[in-house]
């Protein structure tokens, strides 16, 4: 298995624009993690999938930022419109059953 | 809320010590813990899971122990090598997605 795929690796955009992050988890894993990682706060959860309906979405920071699962296979975080306070890492990961989190890469995204 | 505490913040030893890396937990009603390694600009690798019913888990140098009652964990890492160098966060998981510590960077000196 290819493990827990994001894209961009890195983003850097201007303040204002529409920013995607892409995750693909492992397959047969019905859980997907959206978490932050900033120095100041460390990783923070921001949202949750179980079976592609999301379950918990409180530490989503404002209603700027959203994320879809349409399929057990792709999950997107949207945050629309962005500022320089977002730049920070964005890790997904996936588990089955909620034991043994696997994470991807990340995404380093820069807002100027 | 659960909270996860790790001591000390940052660790510098020369090669070839053991060492032992402290997180504590604020809730004891876990279903597991994880040990990961997040080494610079890079993602979080997994080095051990604890389930809640057992005592510990041992993978080559590592060795991770869990005392629920207490809420504390460690990460024995013995004859520590320059390569163990990296950020080790500590994670629980109980009724809600894993709660991370802001981890423990340790340095090994050869």
């Known amino acids: 298995d290819a493990g827990v795929i994001q894209s961009p690796r890195h983003e850097v955009t201007e303040m204002g624009q529409e920013v995607t992050l892409r995750c693909k988890p492992i397959?047969?894993?019905?859980?997907l993690f959206w978490y932050r990682q900033t120095m100041m706060r460390g990783l923070e959860l921001l949202i949750y999938?179980?079976?592609?309906?999301?379950?918990?979405d409180s530490g989503m920071p404002e209603d700027r930022f959203s994320a879809k699962m349409p399929n057990a296979s792709f999950s997107t975080l949207k945050i629309q419109p962005s500022e320089p306070r977002d730049s920070a890492v964005y890790f997904c990961?996936?588990?089955?059953?909620?034991?043994?989190?696997?994470f991807g890469s990340g995404t380093r995204l820069t807002v100027v | 809320k659960q909270e996860v505490t790790q001591i000390p913040a940052a660790l510098s030893v020369p090669e070839g010590e053991n060492l032992v890396l402290n997180c504590s937990f604020t809730?004891?009603?876990?279903?597991?813990l994880q040990w990961f390694r997040q080494d610079p600009g890079k993602g979080l690798t997994s080095l051990l899971l604890?389930?809640?019913?057992?005592r510990e888990q041992t993978s080559g140098r590592l060795n991770a122990s869990l005392d629920k009652s207490s809420g504390r964990s460690t990460l024995y890492i013995a004859a520590s090598q320059p390569g163990d160098s990296a950020t080790y966060l500590c994670?629980?998981?109980?009724?809600?997605?894993?709660?991370f510590g802001k981890g423990t960077r340790l340095s090994v000196i050869a």
């Open positions: 397959s047969g894993h019905d859980y």
């Open positions: 604890i389930q809640s019913s057992q």
């Open positions: 999938f179980n079976n592609n309906v999301p379950i918990d």
């Open positions: 994670a629980v998981a109980g009724n809600t997605p894993l709660v």
């Open positions: 809730d004891s009603a876990i279903y597991n």
């Open positions: 990961a996936s588990s089955f059953t909620n034991y043994g989190y696997t």
